[in-house]
């Protein structure tokens, strides 16, 4: 067993450029790779007084300056299945297992229910704090529960699907418990047979056309619509979505419908619409312009780009110009989904 001393694995003034997928070049105070939970407990214990910030994947991040105080890189591997009977699987997976891996790993063994949520960038323990979601499929649809330990006290806690108080894109390690919790690993049920294909969204349905509807159809069909839309982060620097869906009541959505006739709304439950962003922002002539290194998408006007050399600050004024023009048009709030630091 080696004999690691953790105050020599610290880098200092660590570039994070590699590790965001915006792709911006910030530093941070210091930076710690996790690879294990006991090297985790040591070092949030020798840090106590330390601003903690945690990366998964980087694919949710906008940072806009130095990072203060200590970022940890969550590499906690593993994929196991913990329990199992005819119908289901219960699958724990660390939290540094990259998603699109572990669906991969599903869809293979002939496990059901994330299919729809194939090549949605990022790490398993992110997948909780936003409840990822594409197609139809919420990460709460198959969640069972999710292994934490608490940044001030060391100590470990489980948290069950009911008790993580998941809504869209949003749960209490966004809300109410931002930055107490790291989650360590997730546990998700899923079906070995009589699975519940979802091809509800039109586009996923359309993609797969005649071919039979299986785990391997959706999850190609859901690829395939995806780099069509979504710009690959290896070669344009974004974070997915940018903002959230403004959610509003039938009496906002008749409003809107009256003065925009083609605004696209989706209803969700009685007197809950969602509008879609993206429209807003193609309505107000954003889809496809650049403003100096930062953009917007040409094929889904939801994801900013850098468009090569830009700063988290230049996305952020592109992002508060879209913000207040849509204000000013539709009477909207834009809120962003992804997180700003
Ligand atoms: N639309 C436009 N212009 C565009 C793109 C879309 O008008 O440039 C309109 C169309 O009416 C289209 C509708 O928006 O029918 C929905 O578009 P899309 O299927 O692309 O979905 P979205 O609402 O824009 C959401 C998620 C995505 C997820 C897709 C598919 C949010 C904030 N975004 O986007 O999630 O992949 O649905 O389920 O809810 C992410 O979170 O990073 C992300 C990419």
Known sequence: MLNRNFDLEIKSNHSLEKLNTFGLDVASESFFIVKDLKDLRNILLKNKNKKITVLGGGSNILFTKFLDGLCLKIDLKGIDIVEENEKNVIVNVMAGEN?????EWSVNNGF???ENLSLIPGLVGAAPIQNIGAYGVELKDVFVSCNTININDQTEKEFDEKSCLFGYRTSRFKTTDKNIYIITSVKVRLTKEKHKYNISYGTVKEEIGNREIN????SKAVI???KSKL??????GNCGSFFKNPVINELKYLQL???FPSISVFKVKKNEYKV??????????YKGKSFGNVGVYKNQALVLVNLGGATGKEVLSLANKIISEVYSTFKLSLQPEVEIL
Not at 231 to 236: F, G
């Open 231 to 236: 710009p690959n982060t290896d070669l344009i």
């Open 224 to 226: 395939k619509i995806r």
């Open 112 to 114: 059901g229910g994330i």
């Open 99 to 103: 998603w699109n891996d572990f669906v």
């Open 215 to 218: 785990l391997k159809s959706i």
């Open 257 to 259: 419908k009256k003065k």
């Open 276 to 285: 879609s962003a993206a429209w807003l922002i193609e309505f107000l002539k």
